[in-house]
């Protein structure tokens, strides 16, 4: 380890004094270089059909104009919506995964559960009442895993028939 170090220290010097030794002769000039009087400069180029690397030159590209001022704004207005607003949850007690238990939902209606948290919904029959049940809707297991994690049970829903 010793002998790099000193091998490096000695070889440094010597290179840095071996590269001056044969650039004594050059001078760098640092300042700016005077042309001389009646000397023109270069004619103006003329307007490519190509680029520098062959390619067509830049081109505007016509498309859809911006909207003015006297463009009316364009707004969402949801519709009106008669869902109610509850919680789900899921039990094996209901028989399939297509039926549900939805509290003052008429027996044998379609009901439509969505997910307030992710949007994911699912349509199910209204075949046993919700009225002992300490959700809104209850699912069957396999109808709630298709909208939310078993674990998250129970989940914010908008539903309605």
């Keep these: ?18 590269s001056r030794q044969g650039n004594e002769t050059t001078a760098i000039v640092t ?12 004619p103006p180029t003329e307007a490519s059909t190509t680029g520098p690397l062959g390619t067509a030159p830049a081109a505007y590209l016509g498309g859809t104009l911006p909207p003015t001022r006297k463009d009316p704004a364009t707004i969402r ?34 009901v439509t559960v969505t997910n307030l948290d992710n949007s994911r919904s699912i349509r199910c029959l209204a075949l046993s009442p919700a009225t002992d049940l300490d959700a809104e809707v209850v699912l069957h297991r ?3 895993a298709q ?12 539903y309605f028939w």
């Design 31 to 42: 300042t700016g270089e005077v042309i001389a009087p009646g000397t023109t400069s270069m």
């Design 142 to 144: 396999d109808a709630f």
């Design 77 to 110: 207005i949801p519709r009106p919506s008669n869902a109610l607003v509850g919680d789900a949850s899921f039990d094996e007690v209901i028989g399939t995964s297509v039926s549900c238990a939805v509290k003052d939902a008429p027996y044998g209606i379609e």
């Design 1 to 18: 380890m010793m002998i790099a170090l000193v091998i490096t220290i000695i070889a440094i010097p010597v290179l840095i004094w071996s």
């Design 147 to 158: 909208i939310a994690d078993l674990t998250d049970a129970p989940i914010p829903v908008e």
